[in-house]
């Protein structure tokens, strides 16, 4: 199964908003609403931010937000702030088979 | 606060196996689900497998069936990942995480280098 669709890389400008996509298929992102994404800055491990689509960590910024339509799921930062700038992974459930699947990751530039 | 802390970075020839440990300390270590993953360098997250420690129920990512083994020793909090039959596109750091929500990750290892080079 190939892996989550996510765009190389996304930009904004301190206090701007902007968003982050993540396509799938019905097998996974359209089948179930267990959608995560993390946050990754160099050479750090990885943190989660959101699960089940749209839920946050306890001590996650509320300025990180998720949603999904269909086939595709969204990470939105709001008020985007230089530390923001880090690479971003989303990641869906895939069925008792394939089990996680994880997108190729998206570069956030914070201009 | 629990903690993972996982072994130390290992170079490996090609068709050789590896074994990476993973301990977790400071919580109900017996109840935890552990995954592994992994990141190739300067590339994204791919999901290896994971273990359900209170049944035990192991899970496989399709692409490593065969060549992976996860185990897991409630007493201790530990988990460990074997890989044989290693290529050279395994190269890569590899993490363990615990599930504290379903197939969200969070709380991950420092991560262990494997490099594989002949």
């Known amino acids: 199964q190939s892996a989550l669709t996510q765009p190389a890389s996304v930009s904004g400008s301190p206090g701007q908003s902007t968003t982050i996509s993540c396509t799938g298929a019905?097998?996974?992102?359209?089948?179930?609403?267990?959608v995560s994404w993390y946050q990754q800055h160099p050479g750090k491990v990885p943190k989660l931010i959101i699960y089940?689509?749209?839920k946050r960590p306890s001590g996650v910024s509320d300025r990180f937000s998720g949603s999904k339509s269909g086939y595709t799921a969204s990470l939105t930062i709001s008020g985007l702030q230089a530390e923001d700038e880090a690479d971003y992974y989303c990641?869906?459930?895939?069925?008792?088979?394939?089990?996680?699947?994880f997108g190729g990751g998206t570069k956030l530039t914070v201009l | 606060q629990v903690q993972l802390v996982q072994s130390g970075a290992e170079v490996k020839r090609p068709g050789s196996s590896v074994t990476v440990s993973c301990k977790a300390s400071?919580?109900?270590?017996?109840?935890?689900?552990f995954n592994w993953l992994r990141q190739a360098p300067g590339q994204g997250l791919e999901w290896m497998g994971r273990?359900?420690?209170?049944?035990?129920?192991?899970h496989y990512a399709p692409d490593f069936q065969g060549r992976l083994t996860i185990t897991a020793d409630t007493s201790t909090g530990t988990t460990t990942m074997a890989l044989i039959r290693l290529r050279s596109e395994d190269t890569a750091l590899y993490y363990c995480?615990?599930?504290?929500?379903?197939?969200?990750?969070?709380?991950w290892g420092q991560g262990t280098m494997v490099t594989v080079s002949s």
């Open positions: 019905s097998s996974d992102i359209g089948g179930y609403n267990l």
């Open positions: 990641s869906s459930y895939a069925g008792s088979t394939t089990y996680v699947l």
């Open positions: 273990i359900i420690s209170t049944l035990p129920v192991t």
């Open positions: 400071g919580g109900t270590v017996n109840t935890f689900t």
């Open positions: 089940q689509v749209t």
């Open positions: 995480a615990t599930e504290k929500y379903d197939d969200a990750f969070d709380l």
